[in-house]
């Protein structure tokens, strides 16, 4: 079970607070965003790597943010893809702030205004989507909050940098691949571009996407060693972040 033998002692204090809180209720634990617009993006560039995740159980997701962290990881993308999973996330951000400090913690999957308006109002310090939705590029303006959208051609990019959005995800990448980003940056190469989908933790595959211009790469379940999470094998998890974030490091010189 994901959810038994947390192998993080997770203090008193946050074990009596997040215990009692109701499921139904939890999402009433409001946090404003830990790092502003500036900070985030910094600590993206910084990094050149973002871990995707999810998953239902709130333990198994603090375990694997705690693991990246220690990896070395300093911004995490928790996805919005399950049932209550604003609930996940307001534990795993009341997690983060006590035992993660230097983490960004912020949400992907969202495609509308209500749902990023939900996380943010839970602290999250960055909203990622598949897809480009203006009324969530000018809520996140109004907050000062990055809003990464998915976008698929020249042009969509284009838009989303008219309406605010300092970096754009291109998505999914291994339907578009390397060339398209160097293509793109040809004639933009003010843009900032998160490559997500068909990124692997393997230096050929990171060399060519960096190689063409990317800013930082979005890596899911490729980046979580197999079993790794069902087997909480937290330490193989932190050595996978520690190798990518070294490798693309290297790459970028």
């Known amino acids: 079970d994901g959810c038994k033998g947390n192998h993080i002692e997770v203090q008193q204090s946050y074990n009596n607070e ?133 976008c698929g051609s020249v042009s969509e990019i284009g838009t989303a940098q008219e309406l605010g959005c300092e970096i754009t995800k291109v998505f999914p990448g291994d339907v578009y691949g390397p060339a398209f980003v160097k293509g793109m940056m040809a004639p933009c190469p003010w843009s900032r571009i998160m490559v997500t989908g068909g990124v692997a933790p393997e230096e050929e595959n990171l060399r060519g996407w960096f190689q063409a211009g990317a800013f930082c790469v979005g890596i899911g379940s490729k980046l979580f060693p197999k079993g790794s999470v069902e087997k909480q094998d937290w330490d193989a998890i932190s050595t996978r972040c520690r190798e990518v974030l070294s490798c693309i490091a290297r790459i970028r010189g």
């Open 18 to 150: 997040a215990s009692s809180v109701p499921a139904h209720t939890v999402c009433n634990l409001l946090f404003m965003a830990r790092y502003d617009k500036l900070q985030v993006m910094t600590k993206m560039a910084a990094s050149g790597m973002i871990p995707v995740f999810y998953h239902p159980c709130q333990e198994t997701a603090c375990q694997v943010i705690q693991a990246c962290y220690d990896g070395g990881v300093r911004v995490f993308e928790f996805t919005n893809r399950g049932d209550f999973a604003h609930e996940v996330f307001a534990h795993c951000m009341q997690y983060v702030q006590e035992h993660c400090p230097d983490m960004a913690l912020g949400v992907g999957s969202v495609v509308d205004s209500p749902t990023a308006a939900l996380y943010i109002q839970m602290g999250a310090c960055f909203v990622v989507g598949p897809l480009l939705n203006a009324d969530v590029a000018r809520l996140c303006n109004r907050r000062q909050i990055p809003y990464i959208p998915g």
